[in-house]
């Protein structure tokens, strides 16, 4: 597995560096755990849309998710394949831990995946 960050080495955002240590912890492992068979997962820091400083992205480049599944993947005990999910030992909650976390720092995530083509999570941030 190869994991390439793009962009400066830092952004300076405000807000509690566990927690957001935490979020990117939880975005590398199921990138990781999960798209893994994509052999890499790329990070991208840059400027950020409109209304945010910055957008930070984590993008695998494996099976993908099925379009129905992910508008409920921040949900709690939410598991596209439970089997597999628990093979993995992923519990379900993850995703829901960063949401929460992330609309605490008053930032965004999208999650945006399509079968075959990897999964890409963005997330937007204000300095």
């Known amino acids: 597995m190869k ?4 962009g400066p080495q830092q952004a300076v955002v405000t807000g509690d560096s566990n927690e957001l240590y935490e979020v990117f912890e939880n975005l590398l492992d199921n990138a990781i755990k999960y798209g893994g068979d994509g052999g890499r997962v790329d990070v991208v820091i840059g400027p950020g849309r409109v209304g945010y400083d910055y957008a930070v992205t984590v993008t695998d480049h494996g099976a993908g ?4 599944h992910v508008p409920r993947l921040t949900e ?7 089997e597999s999910s628990r093979k993995k030992k992923g519990t379900g909650l ?3 831990i960063v949401k929460h976390t992330l609309n605490r720092h008053r930032a965004q995530m ?11 999570v963005e997330v937007l941030f204000n300095r």
């Open 3 to 6: 994991v390439e960050l793009q």
């Open 65 to 68: 998710i099925a379009a129905e």
């Open 76 to 82: 709690r005990f939410y598991r596209v394949d439970a």
């Open 94 to 96: 993850g995703l829901a």
């Open 110 to 120: 999208t999650i945006r995946s399509r079968l075959g083509e990897g999964t890409r």
